[in-house]
């Protein structure tokens, strides 16, 4: 039996506190979708194409979302009967088309966005230096995930080929984004920024140990 005296590893209960986070957050997805008459994994794929340009390839969604292929062929196809998504079929080869997000999409999931959900209410309650802190440690497990190819690049600065890590060493906002040129803090760290584009493996690699050595 696990005492004070005789904890289970941190690394243990800190999954346990991700795991009972993960139930709320679940539940918050619900209440958004239901607020637009949507099922989670329906409101989840409106998110994922409303920053994204028109994709061909379900199987990109299932691996994003990590549900099987079937399950979001479904979904997809109960997207496009609500008239939320859209096929579109190239001129030249007919047997490829493209998904996207229409503007009654659009509006579904800006609806839904108003709903905020429990978890995010929790993390706004921290103080403000608790919030940088966790999302930089988010930032660090979400990166270690992708390099175990436990989940696929995600949108984060860390892996963005504009990101410049203490560019201005020294100042409160010590990175740069090169595809705004702007200086930006580590609060502003994004986690799924429509304007990434992955930087090759080495590239990675290197950002991220500068950005770790500070
Ligand atoms: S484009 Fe987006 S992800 Fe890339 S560095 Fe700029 S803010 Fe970060």
């Given amino acids: ?10 690394s243990n209960r800190i999954s346990e506190g991700l795991a009972r986070l993960a139930m709320v ?54 997207l496009e009967r609500k008239g939320f998504i859209a096929k579109t079929t190239s001129a030249d080869d007919k047997r490829s088309a493209t998904i996207g997000i229409t503007a009654e999409g659009r509006a579904a999931l800006s609806a839904a966005n108003t709903v905020e959900g429990s978890a995010t209410a929790a993390a706004r309650a921290l103080p403000a230096q608790a919030q940088e802190d966790l999302l930089m440690s988010l930032v660090t497990m979400i990166r270690h995930l992708q390099e175990a190819d436990a989940i696929p690049i995600q949108r984060m600065c860390a892996t963005c080929r504009y990101f410049r890590p203490y560019l201005h060493n020294g100042a409160v906002k010590p990175h740069h984004c090169d595809f705004v040129n702007a200086a930006f803090g580590q609060s502003e760290f994004r986690i799924d920024c429509r304007e990434h584009e992955a930087a090759d493996p080495a590239t990675r690699a290197a950002t991220w140990d500068a950005f770790q050595r500070g």
């Fill in 25 to 78: 957050m679940r539940s918050d997805e619900w209440a958004k979708a239901e607020a637009t008459g949507l099922k989670p994994t329906q409101l989840a794929i409106l998110d994922y194409l409303a920053g994204r340009e028109a994709i061909s390839r379900v199987k990109e969604i299932a691996n994003y979302l990590g549900v099987s292929q079937p399950t979001a062929t479904d979904s997809i196809l109960a």
């Fill in 1 to 10: 039996m696990e005492t004070p005296n005789d904890p289970t590893p941190i």
